[in-house]
């Protein structure tokens, strides 16, 4: 799409000509766009390819290595990586930058270090709370470690607003991911190490490129102001990670619990082809749009502008995600049937999940005030997802726990507006 087409379709929705400002976004979102895309091409051939070889049992295994350390790694980075692009993102001064960044590296350092220690400490215990063995725990440890140091590093990029370079790395891991996954079932390694093997190393080395990009900004220089900032944003921040990770991953834990490993693996397969397709989009929104309006200080207009998109969202994302839910399914192979009621009820999650997530990062970009926000959605999110998983999954399996997921978007949702709409009358009244 030209530009021209991007400022007719903008006056057409807003009846307004495109500012500067929104020139600049619509150029950081092509930059993002673009290597998000490879790059999500790549990670959906390694998926697919990895699903129909391996078939689900070892695909499941992956996952659940993979939604065991999408927990683990919460006490590593604690919400700072948020805090550390909200922040950031607000001013281009280096020494504020330099300061900022540095001060987030080692507060995460000391976490991660803090984390691993207490999990290899009571590994038994925690593999009898995840149902998994030790070993599989120990490569779940790993994994958390290894995404906190790429979370970090692509976080980095996006609070210095270099989407070029972030476009660029996000190319690089997809690359690999595959590359490596191709070089090793080449080799004759059919196991879902082999998968594990080819995230741990994309995730190693573009954090490792991305740190001789901005050396210049990590320094042994500790910050006490904005230790105390990051720290006092990300304490309300970790309840929202911590309940995005847990109403993400504990359907696949549970599904573990009460039915079969092939299971999570054909679970999954639905979410890649329809929250992880839709959620493409948001995603390569989000990335731009939270650094970018941490900067101005009136985020009613920018509110009023993502209303009027919720409906095309709506409209066009439920086909679209049906539609790629049937023909990625396909390519899984004959071993993850379709199940039309479950396409239905994936997509509509997909549409929610989308809509939740463009809200909560709108509003975290307030402030502390916007946190609180997210954290009264996800936490109610994370709470009503938990039982109704318990209740859900014995009873309907898989539609159960999808059912769930979906139930818990509109609660979560309908309590996080309800808050804001609250704050919006005391904040008319007291004017």
Known sequence: MTKNSFSVLYERIYHEKMSNEVIHFLENMLYVAT??????????????LA?????????????????????????????????????NS?????????????????????FTIASTLIYLEFSSELSQIFSISVDFLYLSIVFAFVFVFHTLTINTLRSLHKMKIFSLLRFAYGFLLLGVFMLLIFGNYFSFKSMLISTYLSYVVTSLLILVLIYKYVRLNFNKFWAKKIIKYSAFDIFSCVSFVLYTNIDKILINRYM?????????????SSINVLGLFSGILITVLFP??????DKRSILKKIKK???????????????AQYIILNLYGDNYPINLSLVLIFAITSVLFVVYDIYIWTFNSIGIEGVKLTMSGSVTIAIANIFLNLYLIPNFGLHGAIGATALSYCIGMCVMFTNWNYKQYKVINEE
Not at 35 to 48: D, E, H, M, Q, R
Not at 267 to 272: D, L, R, T, W
Not at 309 to 323: E, R, Y
């Open 35 to 48: 290597g998000t895309i490879l790059a999500t091409g790549f990670s959906f051939i390694f998926n697919v």
């Open 260 to 272: 079969l490993v092939e299971d999570i693996g054909l679970y999954n397969a639905y979410i890649f």
């Open 90 to 110: 607000e001013k281009g001064d280096f020494f504020r930058q330099k300061s900022i960044i540095s001060t987030s590296y080692i507060l995460v350092l000391i």
């Open 292 to 297: 970018t309006i941490s900067k101005y200080n």
């Open 51 to 87: 699903g129909r070889i391996l078939g689900p049992t070892e695909y499941g295994k992956y996952v659940l290595v993979n939604s065991v350390a999408m927990l683990l790694y919460i006490p590593m980075l604690f919400g700072i990586s948020t805090a550390m692009v909200k922040y």
């Open 309 to 323: 998109i919720i409906p095309f969202i709506i409209l066009f994302g439920l086909p679209f995600s049906a539609i």
